[in-house]
């Protein structure tokens, strides 16, 4: 069984994502195919047993090539079970109306372009305070404290829940299976 597992990125946490998919997918004897959406060179998503999506949230709004990729191949991606890995902070917040939000972005993303994903998982994102530039430390900071959230920039923080993102893996690929 052969599965393409896509990713764009702003920071490198959703191709962190996107390898360890395409990394735990290969440990079950799988053959996986890791490409960033932005750069040319891959295959038909609809020649594939499966496809996975990985896509940070950034100010409300997943990165413009997701949205075109989708648009573009959504005939082909209706074909197969596709999983979307919708990456946020605020899925993790301890505020109950912050993940109510954050839970929106993919149907809002699949009302734009016309696709809907047989399978999404959100998946806490990361605080990566050592890339980021001075202004946007001091922004993310502050949105961390009010939140509770690490506010230590001399460090990154990472809270994606590595298990549950296999388990959602799993379930993707225990459908074709089926």
């Not at 082909?76 to 979307?84: C, D, E, I, N, R």
């Amino acid at each position: 069984m052969a599965v393409l597992v896509l990713y764009a990125t702003v920071e490198g946490h959703s191709r962190k994502v996107a390898t360890h998919i395409a990394e735990h997918l290969e440990d079950r004897r799988y053959v996986a195919l890791l490409g960033d959406v932005r750069e040319p060179g891959f295959t038909v998503p609809g020649t594939f047993d499966a496809v996975f999506i990985c896509a940070p949230v950034h100010l409300g709004r997943y990165p413009e090539p997701i949205a075109r990729f989708i648009e573009d191949w959504k005939d082909a991606l209706v074909l197969v079970p596709t999983g979307f890995v919708s990456i946020s902070l605020s899925i993790q917040s301890d505020n109950p109306e912050e993940r109510a939000a954050a839970r929106t972005f993919p149907e809002k993303l699949s009302r734009r372009t016309g696709f809907y994903p047989s399978h999404v998982h959100h998946a806490a994102g990361a605080l990566k305070y050592l890339e980021y530039d001075y202004f946007k430390r001091l922004l993310m900071r502050q949105i961390a404290g009010k939140e509770g959230g690490p506010v230590d920039a001399s460090r990154d923080y990472e809270f994606t829940d590595w298990d549950a993102l296999n388990g959602f893996v799993d379930d993707v690929i225990a459908e074709i299976r089926g």
